[in-house]
């Protein structure tokens, strides 16, 4: 597709349940971001991926929280025995390898924690 | 440590009149400058940015932002404001420094325009 896509579009789950959100960025970016945005909230970064470098994971809020990207394209981010706290917007974003570019957005995940 | 400061939670401003949205940020070495802007339930779309050369960076929709460095500020304006331009706005940095791939966001400035 022309842009970032992301699945689910909402995910209601129980309270220690895992769940897994997925986005497709832009076909040929190599930079993808997780941002949540809380309700009434900005934007809290999440992780980075670069290529085939070593992620920045320095946003992730807990160990419960863990994101991979697989041959360079599809990310999923998994959250383990969710918390009421978790309930938010997950929002990805692509970008081209250059380092002026700008992030593409999603639409977002909702999720709603029980 | 890179930060960005939207001190407005929400600007009113009636149809046809000139709009500001304020920004301020705190990056260490040379800042890349951006505006996204985020309508009812939908991602955040990009309007504008600043990466070097000329301060008065235009975008989007009518928009622009002048960049300047000695206040450390980014402002978002448009000469004519619409009601279709209400939405949520958000500033967001990087530093030029290599290593600093996050981009961080401020809090965000709910613009509504009144016809």
């Known amino acids: 597709g022309a842009g970032v896509s992301q699945s689910p579009s909402n995910k209601v789950t129980e309270k220690g349940k895992d769940v897994e959100l997925r986005c497709d960025p832009i076909s040929g970016h190599t930079a993808l971001y997780w941002y949540r945005q809380s309700l009434g909230q900005g934007l809290e970064f999440l992780i980075y991926?670069?290529?085939?470098?070593?992620?920045?994971k320095s946003g992730l809020p807990s160990d419960r929280f863990s994101a991979e990207r697989t041959g360079g394209s599809v990310s999923t981010l998994t959250i383990q025995r969710t918390q009421q706290e978790d309930s938010a917007v997950y929002l990805c974003a692509s970008r081209t390898s250059g380092e002026a570019g700008e992030l593409f957005f999603g639409e977002g995940s909702r999720l709603t924690v029980l | 440590a890179q930060s960005v400061a939207q001190p407005e939670d929400q600007v009113n401003v009636a149809e046809g009149n000139p709009l500001t949205v304020k920004c301020t940020y705190s990056v260490s070495g040379n800042p890349y400058l951006f505006w996204y802007v985020q309508y009812p339930n939908r991602g955040l779309q990009f309007l504008l940015k600043y990466i070097t050369g000329d301060n008065l960076v235009k975008g989007s929709y009518g928009f622009e932002a002048e960049f300047n460095k000695s206040q450390t500020s980014f402002h978002l304006k448009k000469p004519s404001a619409l009601v279709s331009d209400s939405a949520l706005y958000f500033c967001a940095v990087r530093s030029m420094n290599t290593g600093f791939q996050k981009l961080v966001f401020g809090t965000g400035t709910r613009l509504l325009v009144s016809p």
């Open positions: 991926f670069q290529g085939n470098s070593a992620p920045d």
